[in-house]
T-cell receptor, first 111, second 112 residues
């Protein structure tokens, strides 16, 4: 069964606004990762946050992790039309087990 | 360096036909994975191979078989295709020293 659940399922914003997506999971994790999928393409890794980290930045991306609430959020600042895609969180329980993906958030950025 | 490649890109089968989806990676990764993606369902793991010579079932293995032919190649076989197997199939790999997965472009399969 899927470990992560993203919220919202779909999000539509204007270019220049910030987009926030949330992910909740059920069991303890080694790390949590966010992936992006453009329509009809494979997933691309965006950012990884380890269980002992609370916040991480990469360019316009900011990820937070709250292990006590078993939740994470992905913030995309100053969004662009090119950010339109589906975003998935994936949890890694240990280095030897496969990632478990959520159902994703579909982000539409309107120019 | 092509990363993860998959063939074919598209395939249409009739119920009961068989086929093999091919996946190869050129990153010397130990672990390889097969997922299926259905609308609104995210990615579900079918089978994975933690190293050459080993394979394990994932969340939805029924109706599928896999072969880890060598370190580079991991194939997925549908012995008798069913309409419920209509989906987009993704192969992925992960190295020993990285926690991230690298995905292929996908195979869009329709079973009539």
């Amino acid at each position: 069964s899927q470990q992560g659940e993203e919220d919202p399922q779909a999000l539509s914003i204007q270019e220049g606004e910030n987009a926030t997506m949330n992910c909740s999971y059920k069991t303890s994790i080694n790390n949590l990762q966010w992936y992006r999928q453009n329509s009809g393409r494979g997933l691309v890794h965006l950012i990884l946050i380890r269980s002992n980290e609370r916040e991480k930045h990469s360019g316009r991306l900011r990820v937070t992790l709250d292990t006590s609430k078993k939740s994470s959020s992905l913030l995309i600042t100053a969004s662009r039309a090119a950010d339109t895609a589906s975003y998935f969180c994936a949890t890694d329980r240990s280095g030897n087990t496969p990632l478990v993906f959520g159902k994703g958030t579909r982000l539409s950025v309107i120019a | 360096n092509a990363g993860v490649t998959q063939t074919p890109k598209f395939q249409v089968l009739k119920t009961g036909q068989s086929m093999t989806l091919q996946c190869a990676q050129d990153m010397n990764h130990n672990s390889m994975y097969w997922y299926r993606q259905d609308p609104g369902m995210g990615l579900r793991l079918i089978y994975y191979s933690a190293s050459e010579g080993t394979t394990d079932k994932g969340e939805v293995p029924n109706g599928y078989n896999v072969s880890r032919l060598n370190k580079r190649e991991f194939s997925l076989r549908l012995e008798s295709a069913a309409p419920s197997q209509t989906s987009v199939y993704f192969c992925a790999s992960r190295g020993n020293w990285t926690d991230t997965q690298y995905f292929g472009p996908g195979t869009r399969l329709t079973v009539l």
